[in-house]
């Protein structure tokens, strides 16, 4: 049987841009290093997806250089990439025919933001039939106003997210847990 996919999401330096705001978690990419250093060591299934957006502001944009890859998750040469201009790492993608065909039939899922695109991709992963594992020290958000102008920090949209998801679309773990089973 295949190993778990790592499916590393939207690691790109254009979210770095200070006009996003507050971010929690800082050491998600130093986490997110261990665990593609771990998968590389083994020689495990590693999937690097890139946003490329569309919209006019976005740092994200394909001309920016706020698009390319934070250097921590850098793909190595046989290390697949799929880039997508929506919230979710299956749309309009070959993700999923992508999985099928290497026998991937689960996945470990890092990256940003953990309101947004991890938690729309580890969503419609599940709705496909794959189990997921959420790393929640290996993902990170920013802060955010809601419709009614409630400022909600970014520990607070990353823990609501997290427990939105767990056990409905994915099992959580920290990476130090994922690291373990591994050993």
Request: hydrophobic residues 35%; glycine residues 8%; negative net charge.
């Amino acid at each position: 049987m295949t190993p778990p996919g790592l499916l590393i999401v939207d690691v790109q330096k254009g979210l770095d841009d200070p006009s996003l705001g507050r971010r929690n978690n800082p050491e998600a990419e130093a986490n997110i290093a261990l665990l593609l250093a771990a998968w590389r060591d083994r020689t495990w299934p590693i999937i690097h997806i890139r946003h490329c957006s569309v919209e006019p502001q976005s740092p994200l944009r394909p001309e920016l250089p706020g698009n390319a890859y934070k250097d921590e998750v850098l793909p190595q040469p046989g290390e697949i990439e799929f880039t997508k201009t929506t919230n979710s790492a299956f749309i309009g993608t070959n993700l999923e025919g992508y999985l099928h065909e290497q026998g991937i039939g689960s996945l470990v899922v890092v990256g940003l933001t953990t309101d947004h695109c991890v938690s729309t991709t580890v969503r419609m992963a599940a709705n496909l039939g794959f189990p997921v594992t959420l790393v929640a020290d290996a993902t990170a958000t920013f802060e955010r106003r809601g419709h009614d102008g409630t400022h909600y920090s970014a520990d607070a949209m990353h823990d609501i997210n997290l427990a939105s998801l767990h056990h409905e679309f994915c099992t959580i773990c920290s990476s130090q847990q994922v690291l373990q089973d591994l050993a």
